[in-house]
C-alpha cells in the first residue's frame, strides 16, 4: 500500500550512529502546526530527549511542527552535555523544516551512557531534512529500529463524516519492554482534525489497554516515547466522529503492540494472559502481569513444556487476594488446572501442542468477581540473552 498521510513528509537517512549500519535518522515533518500528544516512560532515570519533548509538548500547548528520531544511541544518563545534543537536535531538525526548535519533539533509542556523535547526527539530519517527502514512511519506520528485525507498520484507514480519514504508524522495540505509561519508540500520524485537549485522553485510553499491557522481559526503557500527531487536513472532527476515532486509534495501537511483541529478543511465541473472575480489574491485570513477567513461566513458555504449577506459583505471588481452590486455568481450548489440581484428564501432549504455536491464550479464571483484564506475554529464549549479553559490542 502507499503509506502516506496528506499534511505530512518523512525520511530516514544514514547518520553512521549504528555500528551495523543502515538508516538511524528519522524525520516526520508537518507543513502545519499539528496537534499532538503522547505518553512518556515513567522510568525516574529519563534520558534528555524525554525531558526535551515533554518540556517543548507543554510549552507549545500540544501544537508541533515535527519529531526527529536517532536509533543506535539512547543518549541517556549523559549529563548536561546530552541534554545540549537533544537541544541540539530539536534546532536542526527545525531549521530543515522551517520551524521554531520548540516545536519539534526529540528522541532517542540504543545504547545508554554513551554521548551522540554530533557531528555524524548533525549530518545526518540534514540529509533527512533534504529528502522529506510524502512517501517517506517507510523510510522512517526503519530509521527509527535498533535490534528490531523488522519496520513493524499499521494503518486503520476509516470514514468519518462522509470524510475518508488516514490513520497510521510505526513502532520499535524488541527489548526493555515493560509497561508504564508507553514501552517504546511509537509514532502514529492522521489527517483528522482533532484539538491537543481532546486527543490527549484518545491516546492514554488507547496506551493503556494495549502499550500498557505487555511485556518482553519486565524492563523499561529510559527512553519510551509514543506520539500521535494529527495534521486536520481532512477537517475537523464532529462531536460525535470523536469515539469512532478514539475506537480506531486503540486498534491501531493495539495491531502495533502485537507486532512489537512478536519482533520481541529472542520471542517465538506471543501469548495473551487473559484473567477472568477477578474481585476487580486492578487485581486482574495485576494477577496477568504476574504471570506474563514471571522467568518461571517465560521459560516453561519457551520449552512448550505444561508446567502449570508455575503459573499457579505466579497468581499466588501476585499480590491480590485469591482463593486458592477455586482457580482454573486453560490453555487455549485445553483445560490444565481446575479447582487449582491438574485437571483428572490432563492430556500434556495436547496442552504442549497448544504451547508450540506461535500464538496462544493462557485463560485464567479466579472465580471470585466479574472483572476481567489481560497482557501480552512471551517466551524468554536463548537468543534473547545472547542478543543482550553482547548489546554494546
Given amino acids: 500500500m502507499s503509506w502516506q498521510c496528506p499534511g505530512f513528509l518523512f525520511a530516514g537517512a544514514v547518520a553512521g550512529i549504528k555500528k551495523k549500519g543502515g538508516l538511524d535518522i528519522g524525520l516526520i515533518a508537518s507543513e502545519a502546526p499539528a496537534s499532538c500528544a503522547a505518553v512518556f516512560t515513567r522510568n525516574r532515570v529519563r534520558a534528555a530527549p524525554v525531558r526535551l519533548s515533554r518540556r517543548n509538548l507543554r510549552n507549545s500547548q500540544g501544537l508541533v511542527r515535527g519529531i526527529i528520531v536517532n536509533s543506535g ?7 548536561p552535555g546530552g541534554a545540549r545534543d537533544a537541544g541540539r537536535m530539536a534546532e536542526l531538525a527545525a531549521r530543515a523544516i522551517g520551524a521554531a526548535p520548540g516545536e519539534v519533539l526529540v528522541a532517542s533509542t540504543g545504547v545508554i551512557g554513551q554521548r551522540l556523535p554530533m557531528d555524524r547526527v548533525e549530518a545526518g539530519i540534514h540529509s533527512a531534512g533534504v529528502s522529506l517527502y510524502d512517501q517517506g514512511f517507510a523510510a522512517f519506520s526503519e530509521a527509527i529500529m535498533t535490534t528490531d528485525r523488522r519496520p513493524k507498520v499499521a494503518s486503520h484507514p476509516l470514514t468519518l463524516g462522509g470524510r475518508p480519514i488516514t490513520l497510521m504508524g510505526c513502532t ?13 519508540l511509537t509514532f502514529i500520524v492522521t489527517d483528522a ?50 469515539a469512532r476515532f478514539g475506537d480506531a486509534l486503540l486498534a491501531l495501537c493495539a ?3 502485537h507486532q512489537l511483541m512478536s519482533d520481541g529478543e529472542g520471542v517465538h511465541h506471543v501469548v495473551t494472559i487473559a484473567v477472568r473472575g477477578a474481585t476487580s480489574e486492578t487485581a486482574a491485570r495485576a494477577v496477568a502481569r504476574k504471570v506474563a513477567t514471571s522467568p518461571l513461566v517465560k521459560t516453561a513458555i519457551a520449552g512448550a513444556d505444561p508446567n502449570w504449577g508455575r503459573i499457579l506459583c505466579a497468581i499466588g505471588n501476585a499480590g491480590v487476594q485469591i482463593d486458592a481452590r477455586a482457580i482454573e486455568v486453560a490453555f487455549d481450548d485445553v483445560p490444565i488446572v481446575a479447582h487449582s489440581t491438574a485437571v483428572p484428564d490432563l492430556d500434556d501432549a495436547r496442552a504442549a501442542a497448544v504451547m508450540q504455536k506461535p500464538a496462544y491464550t493462557i485463560a485464567i479464571d479466579l472465580h471470585q468477581g466479574e472483572h476481567r483484564g489481560q497482557y501480552l506475554a512471551c517466551d524468554l529464549s536463548h537468543e534473547y540473552v545472547s542478543i543482550n549479553a553482547d548489546y554494546r559490542s
Fill in 255 to 257: 495491531d502495533l503492540a
Fill in 193 to 242: 482534525g482533532i484539538d491537543p485537549a481532546r486527543l490527549d485522553p484518545m491516546v492514554r485510553r488507547a496506551v493503556g489497554g494495549t502499550y500498557n499491557a505487555m511485556t518482553v522481559d519486565g524492563d523499561q526503557s529510559t527512553n519510551d516515547m509514543l506520539a500521535v500527531m494529527a495534521s486536520g487536513v481532512a477537517g475537523t472532527l464532529d462531536d460525535a466522529d470523536h
Fill in 172 to 184: 520499535k522495540g524488541a527489548g526493555m519492554i515493560a509497561p508504564n505509561m508507553a514501552t517504546t
Fill in 73 to 79: 544511541n539512547a543518549n541517556a544518563c549523559t549529563g
